[in-house]
C-alpha cells in the first residue's frame, strides 16, 4: 500500500486540470498573466485575507514574506523547535538568527507562553508552524507581537483551509506562507508557494521581490529573485481550490477513523485535535517508543510509512554552528525518535484504513 497518491483520477478534476491547461497554452501566455491573477484572488479570498502572492515554492515565500518584512542580518526569528527544516532555512536566509523553541507537547505547535520566554529585544519575527495540517491558536501570539513589536508570520504548508476559532489558516497572522507541493492538502503538478495577507504595502513587497526587484520592466528597485508561481501551476491549482474542502472533509473521515480503531493500541499515542481547531490532517501522525519496530512490522505487510521527521532541526548538520546538542530540546528530540506517519489521502479507500489499523492492533 503506496503512502500518498496524487489522486489525479478524481472524477472530475482530469477534466477541469484539462481545461486549464487548454486556457494557459490557448492565451500563450506563461508567467504572470490572467490565470495567476485569477488564482491569487480566490486563494485570498478563501483564506480571509487581501491579498494572495504566487511564489516559486513554500521556502521562498517564507524567505520573501521575511525580507519584505525588513527581517535581516542582526534580527532574532523564534522558530518552532520541532517542524521541518525550510522554517529554519528561511532564516538562515535572510541572515537572522534562528531562536528555536520547543513546541507544545500536543499538538505540536509553538504557543505564546513558550513564544513570550524567548523575546529579546532583538526578537523581529515569529514564524508559528501549523504543523501537520492543525493549526495555531495565533490572537494570543499576535497579542504578543503588538506589545513587543515583531513580525508574525505562519508557516501554513501544511495546513491549508484549517481553522482556528472559525478562521482559515492563511488570515490569521501579518502573513502567511503556503507550500502547493504536489502532496499538500492544496497540491499543484509541480512546485509552487504564495504568500497571504491583508497588508497591501507588504504584499506589493513581495510581488517586487519575486520579479528581481522590479515594479516596472527594467527598473530593479532592489536585489529581488526570480520566484514566480507559473500561469500553468495557477491553472492546476485553480481547479484543486475548488475542490480543497471536500477532500479536506475526507481526510478528517479517515483520520476519524484511524483514530478510533487505533484507541485499544498499546503504546500507540494518536492525533489530538484542540477545542478551538479544525485540523486537516495533511499527515496522520501517530507516536510510539517502538516506531522501527512498528515501521518494519508494517512495512513486512506491505503498507509504506514515512518518519516526519527523523532528525531534529538544532541536531541537523547545518545548523551545527547555532551550538545546540543533545538533550537541548527535549520534546523535539523525543518527536523525532517516535513520529509516524500513516498512509492517508482523500481518495484513500477506506478498507485501507481498516487494514493499516488492524495490522498496528496485532
Known sequence: MKFFELGLDEPGLRADLDAGYRRVMDRGWAILGPELEAFEAEFAAYCGADHAVGVGNGLDALVLAL?????????????????????WLAVEAVGATVVPVEVDAEPYVLTAPSIAAAITQRTAAVIPVSLYGHPVDMDPILDLAARHGFFVLEDAAQSHGALSHGRRTGGLAHATAF???????????????????????????????????????????????????????AAFLRAR?????????????????????????????????????????????VRTPEREALQARLTAQGIETLIHYPTACHLQPAFAHLGYGPGAFPIAEQLAAEVLSLPLWPGMPLDDVDRVA???LT
Do not use: C
Not at 70 to 85: R, S
Not at 224 to 233: A, K, M, T
Not at 253 to 260: D, P
Open 67 to 87: 525580507r519584505a518584512a525588513g527581517v535581516a542580518p542582526g534580527a532574532e526569528v523564534i522558530v518552532p523547535a520541532h517542524t521541518f527544516v525550510a522554517t
Open 179 to 233: 507550500s502547493f507541493y504536489p502532496t499538500k492538502n492544496l497540491g499543484a503538478v509541480g512546485d509552487a508557494g504564495a504568500v497571504t495577507t491583508s497588508d497591501a504595502d507588504l504584499a506589493e513587497k513581495i510581488r517586487m521581490l519575486r520579479n528581481y526587484g522590479s515594479r516596472r520592466k527594467y527598473v530593479h528597485e532592489t536585489a529581488g529573485v526570480n520566484s514566480r508561481l507559473d500561469e500553468l501551476q
Open 241 to 285: 481550490l475548488a475542490r480543497l474542502d471536500e477532500a479536506n472533509d475526507r481526510r478528517r473521515e479517515r483520520a476519524a477513523r484511524y483514530t478510533a480503531q487505533l484507541q485499544g493500541a498499546n503504546a500507540v499515542r494518536t492525533p489530538t485535535e484542540a477545542a478551538w481547531a479544525r485540523h486537516v490532517y495533511h499527515l496522520y501522525v
Open 358 to 360: 488492524a495490522a498496528i
